[in-house]
């Protein structure tokens, strides 16, 4: 059974939002959409290497790598036209990469709920962050079984 322990890096985001009032989480949340990194260049442009989020209605695509270290590093792409959801990808992309796969596998599955925004954006939006954290999940626990 997996314990499920919020790592330092979303522990430390999570904090950033709610200490904001509720009214300025959404201007935090459009900074992450800034944030978003590119995905590494042999992602670039091949969304069939990524897999694509269907709980989101904009086009998100999410892959997750763990490098010879054993550490995660989670790749998204977002349109800038949604800025809500490339700034949900970007928390992720963020707040995973770095981590253990255990860790990964620890992140209580509410994360999204818990960051303070539910009365801010709509539940489809957390429902797509959501979708986003469970595939990275998913994968990652793929990953540390091949």
């Known amino acids: 059974?997996?314990?499920?322990?919020?790592?330092?890096?979303?522990?430390?985001?999570?904090?950033?939002?709610?200490?904001l009032p509720e009214a300025d989480r959404?201007?935090?949340?459009?900074?992450?959409?800034?944030?978003?990194?590119?995905?590494?260049a042999r992602y670039d442009g091949h969304p069939e290497l990524c897999e694509r989020v269907v709980e989101c209605q904009s086009p998100v695509?999410?892959?997750?790598?763990?490098?010879?270290?054993g550490l995660?590093?989670?790749?998204?792409t977002a349109p800038k036209e949604a800025p809500t959801t490339r700034g949900f990808a970007s928390i992720l992309v963020q707040g995973?990469?770095?981590?253990?796969?255990d860790e990964v596998?620890?992140?209580?599955?509410?994360?999204p709920q818990s960051i303070g925004l539910t009365r801010a954006v709509s539940p489809l939006r957390i429902s797509g962050m959501t979708g986003m954290?469970?595939?990275?999940?998913?994968?990652?626990?793929a990953k540390r079984a091949a």
């Open 133 to 141: 954290l469970m595939r990275a999940k998913r994968q990652v626990a």
């Open 61 to 69: 695509y999410i892959v997750v790598d763990v490098d010879e270290d």
């Open 26 to 40: 959404l201007l935090l949340l459009l900074d992450f959409a800034n944030e978003l990194p590119p995905v590494p």
């Open 96 to 101: 995973l990469t770095g981590l253990t796969p």
């Open 105 to 111: 596998l620890a992140i209580p599955e509410d994360f």
């Open 72 to 76: 995660v590093a989670m790749h998204a």
């Open 1 to 19: 059974m997996t314990t499920h322990v919020l790592p330092d890096s979303l522990a430390e985001i999570r904090d950033e939002f709610l200490e």
